[in-house]
């Protein structure tokens, strides 16, 4: 789309801020939580350390500070081997990197198209030193939906797609066909493509490119107002893209056009591997003020 074509106001309204969250009315949680039956929790996060695969820029380092132990030692009353009687101690750590790293969930302050963000914002208008007045990480509420699982791999019969390859609404709606499942308003719609075993199997590998959603998966997705996406992968979206003059045209579009939340790297192996198609999804995160994302690690209960 064209810088000087506009795509705003957005259909929440001209102040929005919550995108298609909009979409999760207390119905649609009440109903999200009927779908708990046993009670049995997927964890859907990756964990994260200074190794894992990133796009190119951006890094994670955690230091231990071990500091209080030789302080607290010499407390006054202190035992010798701590603070008071009882030498309490403790550490704790020092963390620098981006929060664009690992599993995680972008802000609609991440993508912008030009100088415009989500709702027409320009960069000029809300963007500080510290990050953005509009549109940060703190505007997302914790998140309560109906969770579907769409396990394009075992769609098409292989262990994972491959990078470049692109998933249709063929494939998505065949999917569903086969696990009886459908979407609608206020879904949380997760795609498992297998490319996500290679986090720890071969990290370069990973990070050099993926299979994802092509612009008519992305449209579908707008059309059934689905409250939030996300996939095995590290983006969203097909890495070589569908047009190579359009570098991840798929997540731009649904972040700044339709206000459309995005997650990466999800942990989708083990859903896919026991079939389960739908499920309770919930997702809270640090509200670290005007920041472009989060690192989360939602879960599916079922």
Same mark, same amino acid.
């Given at each position: 789309?064209?810088?000087?074509?506009?795509?705003?106001?957005?259909r929440?309204g001209?102040?929005?801020?919550r995108?298609t969250?909009?979409?999760?009315?207390?119905?649609?949680?009440?109903?999200?939580?009927?779908?708990v @039956?046993?009670?049995?929790?997927?964890?859907?996060?990756?964990?994260?350390?200074?190794?894992?695969p990133?796009f190119?820029?951006?890094?994670?380092?955690?230091?231990?500070?071990?500091?209080?132990?030789?302080?607290? *030692?010499?407390?006054?009353?202190?035992?010798?081997g701590g603070?008071?009687?009882?030498?309490?101690?403790?550490i704790?750590?020092?963390?620098?990197?981006?929060?664009?790293?690992?599993?995680?969930?972008?802000?609609?302050?991440?993508?912008?198209?030009?100088d415009?963000?989500?709702?027409?914002?320009?960069?000029?208008?809300i963007?500080?030193?510290?990050?953005?007045?509009?549109l940060?990480?703190?505007?997302?509420?914790?998140?309560i939906a109906?969770g579907?699982?769409?396990?394009?791999?075992?769609?098409?019969g292989? &262990?994972?797609?491959?990078?470049?390859?692109v998933?249709?609404?063929?494939?998505?709606?065949? *999917?569903?066909?086969?696990?009886?499942?459908?979407?609608?308003?206020g879904?949380?719609?997760l795609?498992?493509?297998?490319?996500?075993?290679?986090?720890?199997?071969?990290?370069?590998?990973?990070? *050099?490119?993926? &299979?994802?959603?092509?612009?008519?998966?992305?449209?579908?997705?707008?059309?059934?107002?689905?409250?939030?996406?996300?996939?095995d992968t590290?983006s969203?979206?097909?890495?070589?893209?569908?047009?190579p003059?359009?570098?991840?045209?798929? &997540?731009?579009?649904?972040?700044?056009?339709?206000?459309?939340?995005?997650?990466?790297?999800?942990?989708?192996?083990?859903?896919?591997?026991?079939?389960?198609?739908?499920f309770?999804?919930?997702?809270?995160?640090?509200?670290? @003020?005007?920041?472009?994302?989060?690192?989360?690690?939602?879960? *599916?209960?079922?």
């Open positions: 789309m064209p810088d000087d074509t506009p795509w705003w106001p957005s929440y001209a102040d929005d801020e995108g969250l909009n979409e999760l009315t207390p119905a649609r949680i009440v109903a999200a939580a009927r779908l @039956r046993t009670g049995r929790v997927y964890d859907l996060g990756r964990t994260l350390h200074a190794d894992v990133r190119e820029g951006r890094f994670w380092r955690q230091t231990l500070v071990s500091s209080a132990h030789f302080i607290n *030692a010499r407390r006054p009353g202190g035992s010798g603070w008071g009687a009882n030498r309490l101690n403790w704790t750590e020092l963390v620098t990197g981006t929060l664009q790293i690992g599993t995680q969930l972008d802000a609609l302050n991440h993508l912008q198209i030009g415009r963000f989500y709702n027409g914002w320009r960069a000029a208008d963007v500080e030193e510290w990050g953005t007045r509009k940060g990480i703190e505007t997302v509420p914790p998140v109906r579907v699982v769409v396990d394009v791999a075992r769609r098409r292989v &262990p994972r797609l491959e990078a470049g390859d998933i249709t609404v063929d494939d998505v709606e065949g *999917a569903l066909r086969a696990q009886d499942t459908a979407v609608g308003p879904d949380v719609v795609f498992h493509t297998g490319w996500g075993a290679l986090w720890d199997e071969d990290p370069g590998r990973f990070a *050099a490119g993926e &299979p994802g959603a092509g612009m008519a998966v992305a449209e579908w997705l707008v059309e059934r107002r689905v409250a939030m996406t996300g996939a590290w969203f979206g097909p890495v070589p893209g569908e047009d003059d359009r570098p991840f045209l798929v &997540p731009q579009t649904l972040n700044v056009v339709h206000g459309l939340f995005i997650m990466e790297n999800l942990a989708t192996e083990a859903l896919a591997a026991d079939r389960i198609s739908e309770m999804f919930v997702l809270t995160h640090h509200k670290t @003020r005007g920041s472009t994302a989060a690192i989360i690690a939602p879960a *599916a209960v079922i």
